[in-house]
């Protein structure tokens, strides 16, 4: 007996005897809240015991949420750039876009474009040769390299004379007009951080800015500091900041010629700017440039923007001691006048935005507008801005007697409570996050009824009265048909619920267990079910459905009836669901002796992972059977006693 004591006692050590089951809760439409669901709300937050005043459920979280119409800009992952090279990505043909200036010079390759009118007429074509020339019938060469447009033409003119005497006439004699037609490129060289390095043909009359447009500028070349030789000699350093913010042009008075060089260097120092700042990216300095420069680059901060900011700096070559130790950071103050820390190539920049401030309180509950107000007014006066007390119909649903607001303690949940009536809530003053719970009131507009359908002999809605339970209801309606089911009585009751778009919505929801003393609720449904000769056998068996049955059978035997187990069936997990809605378990071992009646349906689950070995699941098999063992080996115990 003592062997038996022992093993009796440790089966029952090791038996799963407790089940939790979680629920959450999420609301959407605060304007259909209940009364229970407010005090669920208030319950939920009062439980919160945490040093972090904004809470952590998805309840509260929703709840303080709910109908405010927020203005906050939604967080801006803005790809940092590079400031300025923007400017040059273009798929304009420069070559056709260029205008020629009057001092245009001519040389070998260029064309121009001859006209007359008035006493003659007649329009040419000329392209000057290698040697500078062009060629007139009755005339000979004319040279014209090297002169500008104007020159050119007093020349052909004087030599056309000779051929055209009114020419020389001021008075209704001939004109001539001389143009440009086609011009030659010019070869400009290339070096540094350009896209197209080396020979490039340009437009004759082609600028620093244009060159480099058509070329194309790598993201490593500098845009303050490009140069321009020519002949061996740099004539020119350019600066192009001051054109992208300020739209000083100091480069279009310098021309191209053939046999330049632009010459792009790498960028020598750069930081990068981020967080609340009008221009995020990364920006050249030049070795004097102060972070007041910097941030006349970047445009200035927003209007949320934190008076101090951050620098990341990380150490040059010489200065690293190791790589583990590479990077440094340190603050710096906003809201000076005059910036003037030292910028380091590298730094990286973030100016964070302030932090809020909680400034209102929520409403929530029977009023026309929940949501969240200022938090400066009184009790009174948010009521009255969340609608509904002042309008004579409306406020009849309201109880104005029970008003409840939880306020955040010492320990940043809501641990204080205060019930206050609409008359009294002019001189309670609210503030920041306090939350406002208006309750309805609960007798109007709220005629209690019940309905009862199926084999009874008058259905229909009926006058809900205190304490009534199913068997009065039952009689009150006449009682069951001939062909009702006395053993098939169900009832359910509509309930709130969430859909997959997050709207409440109301639900049908079965109560089981059901018995003739059960005392009938709002809104409840009571059906009664036809007499019913089948049993039901659904899930993971070869032949699942109806088996016509005028008496109770085993569930093995209604379960071979149905075709037997289909493979990866969950055998230890079978349960009946008897025709009241009541749920019975089914074990290892019960199965042959559990008996099932007409209406009843037995469910065989299906293992979700297959063939797969599940060890959770062959050790809660092995805790069944030893349970079951202990339970045989006590009653035999007591059957020696």
Do not use: C
Not at 144 to 153: F, H, P, R, W
Not at 224 to 233: F, P
Not at 536 to 544: A, D
Not at 581 to 609: A, C, F, Q, W, Y
């Amino acid at each position: 007996m003592k062997k038996i004591n022992m093993l009796y006692k440790v089966v029952i050590f090791i038996t799963i005897t407790n089940v939790v089951l979680s629920q959450s809760v999420s609301l959407r439409d605060i304007e259909r809240l209940s009364n229970r669901q407010l005090d669920d709300i208030r319950a939920e937050l009062q439980n919160q015991q945490t040093n972090d005043p904004s809470l952590s459920s998805e309840l509260s979280n929703q709840l303080e949420n709910i109908n405010v119409s927020s203005n906050a800009a939604a967080n801006e992952n803005q790809e940092l750039n590079y400031f300025g090279y923007d400017y040059f990505e273009s798929d304009i043909n420069f070559f056709d876009n260029i205008r020629p200036d009057k001092e245009f010079i001519l040389g070998p390759g260029d064309e121009i474009i001859l006209s007359l009118w008035g006493e003659t007429n007649l329009r040419r074509e000329f392209t000057i040769s290698k040697d500078g020339t062009i060629f007139y019938d009755s005339i000979g060469f004319i040279n014209v390299s090297g002169m500008n447009l104007d020159d050119a033409k007093k020349i052909i003119k004087d030599r056309l004379e000779s051929i055209y005497s009114t020419l020389k006439s001021e008075s209704n004699g001939t004109q001539l007009a001389l143009s440009l037609g086609s011009l030659k490129s010019i070869n400009v060289f290339f070096s540094g951080e350009t896209n197209s390095p080396g020979i490039n043909l340009l437009h004759p009359s082609t600028d620093l800015f244009s060159a480099i447009a058509q070329t194309g500028i790598k993201s490593t070349g500098s845009l303050r500091s490009i140069e321009l030789i020519r002949n061996g000699v740099k004539i020119r350093t350019v600066d192009f900041y001051s054109f992208f913010l300020k739209g000083d042009n100091t480069f279009s008075d310098l021309r191209i010629l053939d046999g330049d060089i632009i010459n792009i260097p790498i960028v020598s120092k750069r930081v990068l700017v981020q967080g609340e700042v009008t221009r995020s990216g990364y920006f050249e300095l030049l070795e004097d440039d102060t972070f007041s420069d910097l941030k006349y680059y970047f445009g200035g901060f927003t209007a949320v923007s934190s008076t101090n900011g951050f620098i990341k700096r990380i150490a040059s070559f010489e200065e690293r001691i190791s790589d583990d130790f590479a990077y440094n950071s340190f603050s710096i103050e906003l809201n000076k006048e005059d910036i003037s820390y030292d910028l380091k190539n590298g730094d990286e920049i973030d100016i964070p935005k302030i932090s809020d401030v909680s400034l209102g309180v929520t409403v929530v509950g029977q009023v026309k507008n929940p949501g969240k107000y200022p938090a400066y007014k009184n009790l009174q006066e948010v009521l009255d801005l969340a609608g509904g007390f002042k309008d004579p119909n409306y406020v009849k649903s309201i109880n104005k007697d029970k008003i409840i607001i939880l306020r955040l303690d010492k320990d940043n949940y809501y641990g204080k409570e205060f019930n206050i009536t609409y008359q009294e809530a002019i001189n309670f003053n609210l503030i920041p996050d306090d939350k406002i719970f208006v309750y309805q009131n609960s007798n109007f507009g709220n005629d209690a009824t019940y309905s009862i359908e199926g084999e009874i002999l008058y259905p229909g809605t009926y006058i809900l009265n205190d304490k009534l339970n199913l068997s009065d209801a039952i009689r009150i309606a006449g009682g069951i048909t001939e062909n009702g089911n006395i053993n098939n009585i169900s009832v359910s009751r509509m309930v709130d619920d969430i859909d997959s778009n997050g709207e409440l919505t109301a639900v049908r929801q079965e109560i089981y267990n059901i018995k003739p003393n059960y005392n009938i609720g709002r809104n409840n449904t009571i059906t009664v079910s036809p007499v019913d000769n089948l049993i039901y056998v659904q899930g993971n068996v070869y032949l699942p459905g109806a088996i016509a049955l005028d008496r109770k059978i085993s569930v093995s035997q209604a379960i071979n009836l149905a075709g037997g187990f289909k493979p990866y069936s969950l055998k230890r997990r079978i349960y009946v669901k008897k025709q009241n809605g009541e749920i019975d378990s089914v074990g290892l071992t019960t199965r042959s002796i559990k008996r099932v009646g007409p209406g009843d349906t037995i469910i065989v689950p299906e293992n979700p992972n297959g063939g797969q070995f599940n060890i959770t699941a062959f050790t809660a098999d092995i805790l069944q059977v030893l349970t079951n063992l202990a339970a045989i080996l006590l009653l035999v115990e007591n059957n020696s006693d």
